[in-house]
């Protein structure tokens, strides 16, 4: 049985890594914005599910608290926002805050409190990116503060694992995928992109620290 740890289960790709973890008969502990998703989570058979908002840097800041003494095989960082902003459009400094702090500021602010805990049991923490992301692989200016922030966490990924040389770092790329985020038209279910993604992390190696991959299991060629 692993001991797995969910940032940002409140839906979609999260609300599913925390059901197919639970179904598969491990431990879960979640981290939920809103007290009707921790009911639900908790009927579902979590261990453990604590309300956070990683917006917030006061509401990240108790969570090593809350997670003392737990030793995580795999730890997920999932909470993401995205935007429809053009580069003919500069954003307002709310929307940058409302992107960055999501997609970058509450992950390096949870990294260095979730790492103990992951090391402790010689786990993996992978971060939700995206292919959105590769600077090489710019097909469109859509999306723009989305991508620059999944950029952003994807070097901060590859810097921490030098600081945190105990635990496989990495970041991983779902694909699109039909959630509240990424349409109707999307051509992957949630079930199948969790599906990949739980086996890619599961089969991650030391050669992989600081990457980023791909749900089925293909290392990205260019970041």
Request: net charge negative; with cysteine; proline share 4%.
């Amino acid at each position: 049985m692993a001991q797995v740890l969910v940032i940002g289960a409140s839906r979609g790709i999260g609300r599913e890594l925390a059901q197919q973890y639970i179904e598969n008969g491990d431990r879960v502990i979640a981290t939920v914005r809103r007290a009707e998703d921790r009911e639900a989570l908790l009927a579902q058979g979590a261990a453990a599910v604590h309300l956070i908002d990683v917006a917030q840097p006061q509401s990240v800041s108790g969570l090593a608290w809350l997670l003392d003494g737990e030793k995580f095989d795999y730890a997920w960082y999932v909470a993401g926002v995205l935007d429809h902003l053009h580069t003919t459009t500069p954003p307002t400094q709310q929307e940058f805050d409302r992107v960055m702090h999501t997609n970058l500021l509450g992950a390096m602010q949870a990294l260095p409190q979730v790492a103990p805990t992951v090391q402790a049991a010689g786990g993996k923490f992978a971060f939700i990116s995206s292919s959105m992301a590769q600077i090489g692989h710019v097909d469109d200016d859509h999306s723009w503060l989305y991508r620059c922030s999944k950029a952003a966490l994807n070097m901060a990924v590859a810097t921490a694992q030098h600081g945190w040389p105990g635990v496989l770092l990495l970041t991983m790329d779902p694909g699109w995928v039909r959630t509240e985020m990424g349409g109707s038209v999307a051509p992957l279910s949630v079930e199948e992109s969790v599906q990949g993604m739980r086996a890619t992390l599961a089969g991650a190696q030391a050669a992989d620290a600081g990457k980023l991959l791909h749900h089925d299991g293909r290392r990205a060629d260019s970041w």
